[in-house]
């Protein structure tokens, strides 16, 4: 069994910043992507930035220039750093990862994290 724990939300004046930790725990072979979703209330759950296993990263418009995804592989860790911070980033920020196990060694098992709350005020 593997699970994602996500740590570091919180509330933050607009114009704050904020970091994220998202570890993977269980029976890991090797964690390949990851990635940063984020659902506010009454809307979907969108996606914020992604990396590979290696350093290719990827982000949605709207936090390109102001957050920044890494991961540390040997501590199976993946961080959202988020500068500058708007109150339209207010939401929910799930940490999402493709985790083979040493069971399944061949078909990542797409993991998710249980959330946590990102609150800007104006």
């Known amino acids: 069994q593997v699970q994602l724990v996500e740590s570091g939300g919180g509330l933050v004046q607009a114009g704050g910043s904020l970091r994220l930790s998202c570890a993977a725990s269980g029976s890991i072979f090797r964690v390949n992507a990851m990635a940063w979703y984020r659902q506010a209330p009454g809307k979907q759950r969108d996606f914020v930035a992604d990396?590979?296993?290696?350093?290719?990263?990827n982000y949605t418009d709207s936090v390109k220039g102001r957050f920044t995804i890494s991961r540390d592989n040997t501590k199976n860790t993946v961080y959202l750093q988020m500068n500058s911070l708007k109150p339209e980033d207010t939401a929910v920020y799930y940490c999402?990862?493709?985790?083979?196990?040493?069971?399944?060694?061949?078909?990542?098992?797409?993991?998710w994290g249980q959330g946590t709350q990102v609150t800007v005020s104006s």
């Open positions: 999402n990862a493709q985790i083979l196990t040493y069971t399944n060694k061949f078909f990542p098992r797409d993991t």
């Open positions: 990396i590979t296993s290696g350093t290719m990263t």
